[in-house]
């Protein structure tokens, strides 16, 4: 994959990732997840810069790894980067719950789960931008 593309997928992946994410976890669940989190004391206002970057460099991963797997269509990027997002995010967040007791159970599993959201829009989002056999 070329610079050009590497960017490009990067770009549309955070804007998808980071639309979806944003109206998901800092506009519907929040009172949810604050309930999750009893060891944690919040913010007065997430951390939009913080949210951003993480979501570069998010879609910068999934941007290489669907180049390598190179999928056939728009449906199956999703479906690939929705399971990366949800391998990953079941790695952080067990890890988080055992070094920091960060968030309960039910947390952990549901953020995880519901990561295929936002993972699966960025995935579409690369893929329409990057593989499509048009470009």
């Known amino acids: ?3 050009k593309k ?3 997928g990067t770009v ?5 990732m980071m639309l979806v994410a944003y109206v998901m976890w800092d506009v519907l669940l929040v009172d949810f997840f604050s309930g999750q989190m009893v060891t944690v004391e ?3 206002s997430p951390n939009l810069g913080l949210q951003v970057l993480s979501s570069v460099f998010s879609a910068l991963l999934l941007t290489i790894v669907l180049s390598w797997k190179n999928p056939s269509g728009p449906q199956e990027a999703a479906k ?7 391998l990953m995010w079941f ?3 067990f890890w988080n719950m ?6 309960t159970m039910q947390g952990a599993l549901v953020d995880s789960l519901l990561t295929a959201i936002p ?9 329409w931008t990057t593989m499509r056999v048009e470009l």
């Open 12 to 16: 549309s992946g955070t804007a998808g």
């Open 91 to 93: 790695g952080a967040n």
């Open 1 to 3: 994959m070329d610079t």
């Open 98 to 103: 055992g070094t920091y007791g960060m968030m």
């Open 80 to 86: 690939d980067a929705a399971i990366v997002g949800v």
């Open 42 to 44: 919040q913010l007065a």
């Open 119 to 127: 993972y699966g829009v960025a995935g579409f989002a690369i893929f």
């Open 6 to 8: 590497l960017l490009a």
